[in-house]
């Protein structure tokens, strides 16, 4: 049984955790993140220094080269603030996976603090900011997709709908077996690339049925793989990183 979170109150400061996809192919929806954590009157603090959590090494097997990577990110959080992360993946691998990539070594303890200071944005802005939102945008038809490791590791997988509930022009549909992987799985795709296409390939298809026009997610790797099907099939349905559709239909 997955133990309850306990929330904490909202912190004046906060670490952001911007995640590789976010920084080489989406770097508006992490500075559209910060923005709605700012809006919420949170100082967001970016450490610079920061690179990948290490998960496609870990999950590749090569939990060595993932301690090493992992490693250089745990002292960027020095003092006792949450840590926001725009990705139920890279969260779930922080939360969830570190404190089991390091046990046994020295920075057992290190890892174990960090990983209880870590949140999903989603699941930040509903369990801590108590976020309430006023839509401005023009009616659609939206369907939700909450990655493997959100769902799954992160456990978050009704706060991404909470937050499209709250906006008043948009209709949420579901699309058939919701918590259907996309078929990214970040080397899965490249190690089983006719199974990864084959799973995006069913995914597509139940978004496009439930009438979506658009489909929004927590995790870049699902919306580039998502996308990009729907983009190859030359659909309309368009994809957005939630922080993104959150900020441009309330600002």
């Not at 927590?218 to 919306?223: H, V």
Request: hydrophobic residues 35%; charged residues 20%.
């Amino acid at each position: 049984m997955t133990p309850v979170k306990l929330y904490p109150p909202k912190p004046e400061k906060v670490y952001f955790f911007g995640t590789c996809l976010i920084d080489l192919f989406y770097p508006e929806a992490g500075l559209d993140g910060i923005r709605l954590l700012e809006r919420e009157g949170i100082e967001v603090l970016f450490p610079e220094d920061q690179t990948c959590c290490g998960q496609p090494a870990y999950t590749s097997g090569y939990h060595d080269e993932a301690r090493a990577v992992a490693a250089a990110q745990l002292d960027l959080f020095p003092e006792p603030w949450p840590i926001v992360v725009p990705s139920g993946s890279c969260g779930g691998m922080m939360r969830t996976h570190y404190p089991q990539l390091f046990a046994g070594t020295g920075q057992e303890a290190q890892a174990s603090e960090v990983a209880g200071r870590v949140f999903e944005l989603t699941e930040f802005l509903v369990h801590v900011c108590h976020l309430k939102l006023s839509d401005r945008g023009q009616p659609e038809k939206v369907a939700m997709h909450t990655s493997c490791s959100a769902r799954r590791e992160m456990g978050v997988a009704e706060t991404g709908p909470a937050l499209l509930a709250q906006l008043g022009g948009v209709e949420l549909v579901e699309q058939a077996r919701p918590a259907e992987c996309c078929g990214f799985g970040g080397t899965f795709a490249v190690r089983h690339p006719e199974v990864s296409a084959a799973m995006v390939e069913d995914k597509t298809q139940a978004i496009e049925a439930a009438g979506a026009e658009r489909f929004v997610t927590s995790d870049c790797g699902c919306l580039m793989n998502i996308g990009g099907r729907f983009e190859h099939q030359k659909k309309a349905v368009k994809g957005e990183h939630i922080a993104s559709y959150l900020w441009r239909r309330t600002s």
